[in-house]
Structures are given as structure tokens and as C-alpha cells.
């Protein structure tokens, strides 16, 4: 598989991007001439801390990593709650696992015909309210019914939200972004082991109502997010940006 042209030429490897370019269009039924060039722009690679000094993009992590956060704590703590809802662990964890199937499929849909913002804004809220509707029930087969119907859309907003992050900081910051997002991540499933372990050994209904709080609280503030679907890819970082500019910087002459 070749090397993404985006990132290439960020890292000003245009011969290489040329290349790359050139099996793409191949590979696709096109024709790139051969005195193909290509323009970039001579702004040197952005530090770190650049990240968190465009206020634009600054808000966009934040409330980025809080959303990895609350999908991977969610996620392991209901997976590692397994067998708290009904007699048999292993039918829990069967179900928990195939029921990701048709919600990674789903995420598809939702993110091809609806947009990226508005998928995982409703699937972390559907998911958060079915997980605190199980706050007053007694019943352990409809608890874990709910609680599956929870982990199905908990899932379509891990699925969203994998390409959502990337979609949403410029090629030159794009991995630094995603690095800071998943290890906010990790914080989640750390945590979840200890919440988990309330449901083995103290109520299940406390952790569950926790981890739909959460998901709605943190879902209603990807609003504050901009849409990216059908949008282009930025290359650079721009100084003053707006929510509802998007660029591209891949320009072949």
C-alpha cells in the first residue's frame, strides 16, 4: 500500500507523493500526466504545543479526548461486567461481542447518509439513556437487554469516532491530535477496572447510571464540534480559522 500524497507532502517528499499519485490514479482508472507538479506551502512543521494554541483547535481536542475518554471507559466497562445480568458469563460476553457486528455496520450507514457530528452526538446520547433507564429496574434479563442495546450504539460511537478525530485537525498536527485523544483513551479503560468491579461486588445499577451520565453529558458536547463530513482536508494550520473554512492544500498542476 503506498504512502498517503497528504502526508508526503507535508513532509515535503514530493517525488514520492508524485509516485504515490501516479498508482492511485492507476489503480483507479485515471491518467496523471507525466510532468504532473505539485504546490506546497512553505510553512515549517508546526511544534506541539501548537495544538493547544489555536483556540479553534484547542476546543476541538479537548472535547475530542473527553469523548475518547467516556467511549473507552464505557466500552471496557461494560465488557468487563460480563456476567453481573444474567446466570451465564459466557452467553454475556457472546452477546456483548456479536451485537458489535451490526453496530459497526450501522456506524457505516449513519456516517455515509447523516454526517459524522450528528452520528456520534446521538449514538453516545441513545447509548447514555439506555444504560440510566436501567437505574430503577429489577429485572436482570431486561437490564441486560438494555444494557446491550447500549453497547450497540456505544459501539456505532467508538466506530464514528475513530475517523471523526482524524477528520478534524489538519494533516501536519493530524497524528499528535489522535495520539492526545487515544491516550485519554487509555486513562477510560484504566479506570473502568475499577468501576467495573462494582457490579461484581456491590450494585449494578450505580456504575451503569454513572456511564450513561457521562455519555450524555459528553455526547451533547460534540455539537460544539464542526461537521467534516463531504468537507476537504486541511494540510496546514491556518492562524486564524474559522469553523466553516476547510481547504485543501493538494494541488496538481
Known amino acids: 500500500m503506498p504512502e498517503s500524497p497528504r502526508w508526503l ?27 504532473a507538479q505539485v504546490t506546497i506551502s512553505k510553512e515549517k512543521e508546526p511544534p506541539f504545543c501548537e495544538l493547544f494554541l489555536s483556540p479553534i483547535y484547542r476546543r476541538r481536542i479537548i472535547i475530542i479526548s473527553l469523548v475518547w475518554f467516556s467511549n473507552t471507559l464505557i466500552y471496557y466497562g461494560l465488557s468487563l461486567s460480563a456476567g453481573s445480568f444474567v446466570s451465564s458469563i459466557y452467553i454475556e460476553f457472546i452477546l456483548n461481542a456479536v451485537i458489535e457486528i451490526p453496530a459497526t ?44 442495546v447500549g453497547k450497540f450504539f456505544l459501539s456505532t460511537a467508538f466506530t464514528v469516532m475513530l475517523l471523526y478525530t482524524s477528520e478534524l485537525f489538519p494533516t501536519l498536527i493530524r497524528n499528535w ?56 482536508l486541511k494540510e496546514t494550520i491556518e492562524k486564524k480559522v474559522k469553523p466553516e473554512e476547510d481547504e485543501i492544500a493538494l494541488n496538481i498542476q
Open 105 to 148: 455496520a450501522f456506524a457505516q450507514f449513519t456516517m455515509h447518509f447523516i454526517s459524522r457530528k450528528k452520528s456520534l452526538c446521538a449514538s453516545m446520547i441513545c447509548s447514555g439513556i439506555c444504560l440510566m433507564i436501567i437505574m430503577p429496574l429489577k429485572h436482570r434479563l431486561t437490564i441486560f437487554i438494555l444494557e446491550l
Open 9 to 35: 507532502i507535508a513532509r515535503k517528499k514530493t517525488s514520492k507523493a508524485i509516485s504515490s499519485l501516479k498508482f492511485i490514479a492507476k489503480f483507479n482508472g485515471k491518467y496523471l500526466p507525466e510532468n
Open 177 to 232: 491530535a489522535f495520539g492526545v485523544a487515544s491516550c485519554s483513551g487509555r486513562f477510560g479503560s484504566l479506570l473502568s477496572t475499577a468501576i467495573s468491579k462494582l457490579s461484581h461486588e456491590i450494585d449494578v445499577h450505580i456504575p451503569m447510571f454513572s456511564f450513561g451520565i457521562l455519555s450524555v453529558v459528553i455526547g451533547a458536547s460534540v455539537l460544539l464540534l464542526q461537521e467534516t463530513k463531504d468537507a476537504l
